[in-house]
């Protein structure tokens, strides 16, 4: 959903903005129509699309439309952050490093890779409790990477 004004607009698509760092700046190329792309084709995509924006080769198309996007600062060492929201979107994901780190796994201690992920979403259009289950669903989904491929 996105805010117009004082109407709530509900997207029929989702668009997902990459944040990608340039010289001097950020720019947030978009990956349209998601739902229908498998996770091959998005993956080349977003390499396509990060490319084009650190050339700075975009078009209009390219940069515009994004219902969500998603911010990663994990390869330079941030383990969290707090992402601010591209308007008219209403929400952003910002995605840490993965680190080994130790947790308890049937009353042994172990070492398992681990992501901080921070949803900042506006609370005119979304409430917490549905942002906390889209967080959940999707630590269910990085924690059983093969659910992406039924």
């Known amino acids: 959903v996105s805010l117009d004004g004082d109407s709530i607009i509900h ?8 944040a990608v760092a340039i010289p001097n700046g950020l720019l947030v190329p978009v990956v349209h129509d998601c739902e229908g792309k498998g996770l091959a084709e998005l993956t080349l995509e977003c390499k396509t699309l990060a490319n084009l924006a650190q050339e700075r080769k975009l078009g209009v198309e390219q940069m515009s439309g994004g219902t969500f996007t ?7 060492a941030v383990d969290s952050f707090t992402p601010i929201i591209n308007p008219p979107e209403s929400a952003i994901l910002g995605v840490g490093r993965i680190q080994d780190k130790p947790v308890g796994v049937n009353g042994t201690i172990q070492l398992r890779p681990m992501v901080t992920l921070s949803l900042s979403f506006d609370h005119r259009v979304i409430d917490g ?14 924690e059983n990477p093969l659910v992406m491929l039924a």
């Open 11 to 18: 997207h029929s698509q989702i668009h997902i903005g990459l």
């Open 70 to 76: 998603i911010s990663n600062l994990g390869m330079y």
């Open 129 to 142: 409790a549905p942002a906390a289950a889209f967080l959940t669903e999707l630590k269910e989904i990085l």
